[in-house]
């Protein structure tokens, strides 16, 4: 069958497969584009993605050294509430489980997910300690060392705009987030907690 002049691009498919980027094809291209962005291919099953691609979200192995639980389990209850500009999913509070019932349930089953990956979060210490620095300065820094090349933050948008990698997460906000040793390790040797 023929497809509409707006669907045509989903017929390229069929003599251009295993080719990532078709030129000519916009809508198709910013569909797969999204597809490696959001990394929908984590949980649904695509042909020819997933094997060799990134993991979406980080690892959850060390969480309990990253993070505080309590702020674990609202970010799992509603992920852009932290972050407006989240990748991450927002599994409850839709509208087909937020009726007082489905909500009583879904904060049960958020409690039980943090309560199983803390059980399951291996020790971790971070090697570095936290120390007051000027904000002015790391604004100053995060400008000039290349950080807005996968990392977008409030403030730096015209800046950030510019590359439109936005790879990694969101800034705004990460001090509340995570553990003050954690972040300064972090940004010392970033492979230390995921090596």
């Known amino acids: 069958p023929m497809f509409k002049l707006s669907q045509t691009e989903a017929g390229c498919v069929k003599c251009h497969s295993g080719v990532e980027l078709i030129k000519g094809a916009t809508v198709l291209n910013e569909g797969r584009m999204g597809i ?7 949980c649904h099953k695509i042909a020819g993605w997933g094997e060799n ?11 309990a050294g990253k993070v505080d639980k309590d702020w674990f389990k609202s970010w799992v209850w509603e992920p852009r509430s932290f972050n407006k500009h989240s990748k991450m999913p927002a599994f409850f509070r839709q509208s087909n489980n937020s009726t007082p019932e489905f909500v009583r349930y879904n904060m049960a089953e958020v409690n039980a997910i943090a309560e199983y990956v803390w059980d399951k979060s291996k020790p971790y210490s971070p090697t570095e300690k936290f120390v007051a620095g000027n904000a ?30 936005y790879a990694g997460p969101w800034l705004t906000g990460l001090g509340s987030k995570v553990q003050p040793d954690w972040l300064v390790t972090w940004l010392k040797k970033p492979s230390h907690y995921q090596e």
Request: proline share 4%.
């Open 36 to 42: 490696e962005k959001y990394g929908c291919y984590a």
């Open 136 to 165: 002015d300065n790391g604004k100053k820094i995060i400008s000039e060392v290349g950080c807005l090349g996968c990392h977008g933050v409030d403030g730096l948008e015209d800046q950030s705009n510019k590359v439109k990698a």
């Open 53 to 63: 691609k990134r993991k979406p979200g980080p690892s959850l192995l060390k969480i």
